[in-house]
């Protein structure tokens, strides 16, 4: 379930969201803003246990958030549509990592080779 959305009002195990796809291409997303901070905060929790186990789409619990749903918020929906995905639409992309200007890129492991100098009895470290 999405951890923001509000649960829908009369099915059980809905939620108030909709997302627009295009030619098998998702464009947009779209949902009612979950406003209950007790509730959101126990799906943040929920989240955080998924984190922990290894869900790597799963968030964490944001306190500031969650303090700031204390002091009250109206009923509010919204909806995102990134450009990305338009510019995937666009140039019949399969893949939205094809469009991506700034790819999000794991850092490389340096390993690090350690010799030791038989002369002196010393390690000497050189990055690979």
Not at 73 to 83: D, E, F, R
Request: hydrophobic letters at 40%; proline letters at 5%.
């Amino acid at each position: 379930m999405s951890p923001l959305a509000k649960w829908h009002r009369s099915k059980e195990g809905l939620t108030e969201r909709f997302e627009l796809f295009v030619m098998k291409k998702e464009i947009c997303n779209a949902y009612t803003e979950l406003n209950d901070p007790m509730k959101q905060r126990q799906l943040f929790e929920e989240q955080a246990k998924a984190k922990a186990a290894g869900d790597d789409e799963a968030m964490f619990i944001d306190e500031n958030f969650c303090t700031a749903l204390e002091y009250g918020l109206p009923p509010t929906a919204g909806w995102g549509m990134g450009i990305d995905r338009v510019t995937m639409f666009l140039t019949d992309s399969n893949n939205i990592k094809e469009v991506l200007l700034f790819p999000a890129m794991k850092p490389e492991d340096k390993k690090e080779n350690v010799t030791v100098d038989t002369l002196e009895g010393t390690a000497v470290g050189t990055s690979v």
